[in-house]
């Protein structure tokens, strides 16, 4: 059986070639499926305030005007989805649910990409438009947007940090050098990835530069919010005995870390 996905084969299957028209026109030709995530709410939640229905998917990609195949993107797609318990309902029911919406990504990558990031990810292309009467919400929000893959090694697997400690002791310490440049840098640009782990850094060790990845679920940054050390464990920059560092009255000794 194939696994509940809210996108038409039509929409997303391998070999679709998806035209976005920002920041100028573009054709991209999906290769696979990375995941699918969904946030479905009921009447009562939206009316009270809560972020529409949506459902989101990730995939691999490639620029048809690049001639190098193994060139390749990710791209998510956001689509807006029905209510909690109007999923079968006619269209016509459906339909007044539409609205228009730009999530905080997009957003997030635009401004960032605009404002000359070198840290996080460039974003390529997007478009935001609607369903067709035959969509899930006829008439609801479908965002498209592509960001270009970052060279270098991600340093963790959701919070398992084991390929940042396969590192020499060498680049660790430029790793942890370069967070915190980088992390103050990314303030400055506006945005930080919440829940954050080590799957939210890339290191490349050639051009000694480390970047902020994941922007999906991410929040407004602000200068004013400096790097600070306890950032270090929360990445899994360094290895500590104990969580006293999570503590509001924590004295800053370090001297048990292994860095």
Known sequence: MEPH?????????????????????????????????????????????????????????????????????????????????????PARIRAPQATSYTHIELEALRNMTEGGSDITPKLLAWSEGKQDEDGVVPGGYLTHLVWEIVPGVCLGKEIDPAPFWELPREQRDAVRTAFENGYNQMMSLGYYPIFAAPRNLVWNWERRNLYFVGFFDCKRGDIKYKWNIKFLPQYGLVKVPDRKWCSRDWNGDTSGWEF
């Open 5 to 89: 996905t809210w996108f038409r084969k039509c929409q997303v299957a391998p070999g679709t070639v998806i035209s976005l028209t920002s920041p100028a026109p573009s054709t991209w030709r999906i290769i696979s499926k990375v995941n699918e995530k969904e946030h479905q709410m009921d009447e009562e939640d939206i009316r009270s305030g809560s972020q529409p229905s949506f459902a989101a998917i990730k995939l691999l990609c490639h620029d048809e005007s690049d001639p190098n195949p193994n060139q390749q993107a990710l791209m998510r797609i956001y689509q807006q989805i029905p209510w909690i318990g109007t999923e079968i309902e």
